[in-house]
């Protein structure tokens, strides 16, 4: 099983700032089958990037993913209030297909 | 786009069975696979496992194999997720999700949260 280790745990930021979150994968992954999503309290999580740097239709573009091998990077370029949610790495390109353990950008 | 309409919350004790659902509308129901994902409470995502409801193909996660039964009737654009003997450790809230065979999970349902307690 690949194991995602995402870091760091939460992200203390403020509206304007700039948050890069990380994902790194036990072993390399299969063509860069990565995915982001996002959290918000009460809510089902919503696809942002998919294979490492793809935006999902709607996702706006202050959202980048990069990235390869075992070493992927989510980055919001300025953080938007609605933007402080928990994130999620996902690799889907073995069985089991698995998450990272989250990362929570919080308001500082 | 796809919805995805999960039935509501459940309570049940231990040693219950329960099964929950998870019906599609907008796009062809026998072209994607359903995945079934858990959140426990306060926790992360842990993928269960897809179902394929043209032909009711399976692929489970090995952590869940035994535990739960996924099958679909596409006749009514409806997955299911069963559980023959629940256990307090089921609590959590499930998601069903559109994919494919190797593919991220673009739309969503909107969760429906399980409670066992005795």
């Known amino acids: 099983e690949i194991v995602l280790t995402q870091s760091p745990g939460t992200l203390s930021l403020s509206p304007g700032e700039r948050a890069t979150l990380s994902c790194r994968a036990s072993q390399s992954l299969t063509s860069s089958f990565l995915a982001w999503y996002q959290q918000k309290p009460g809510q089902a999580p919503r696809l942002l990037i998919y294979g490492a740097s793809n935006r999902a239709t709607g996702i706006p573009d202050r959202f980048s993913g990069s990235g390869s091998g075992t070493d992927f990077t989510l980055t919001i370029s300025r953080l938007d209030p609605e933007d402080f949610a928990v994130y999620y790495c996902q690799q889907y390109g073995t069985s089991p297909r698995t998450f990272g353990q989250g990362t929570k950008v919080e308001i500082k | 786009d796809v919805q995805l309409e999960q039935s509501g919350a459940e309570v049940k004790k231990p040693g219950e069975s329960l099964t929950i659902s998870c019906q599609a509308s907008g796009d062809s129901f026998t072209t994607y696979w359903i995945a079934w994902v858990r959140q426990m409470p306060g926790k992360g995502l842990d993928w269960m496992g897809i179902?394929?409801?043209?032909?009711?193909?399976?692929r489970y996660n090995p952590s869940f194999q035994g535990q739960v039964t996924f099958s679909a009737d596409k006749s009514i654009n409806t997955a299911y997720l069963h559980w023959s003997s629940l256990k307090a450790s089921d609590t959590a809230i499930y998601y069903c999700?559109?994919?494919?065979?190797?593919?991220?999970?673009?739309?969503w349902g909107q969760g429906t949260m399980v409670t066992v307690s005795s």
């Open positions: 999700a559109r994919t494919y065979l190797i593919h991220s999970f673009d739309f």
């Open positions: 179902i394929y409801p043209d032909d009711s193909d399976t």
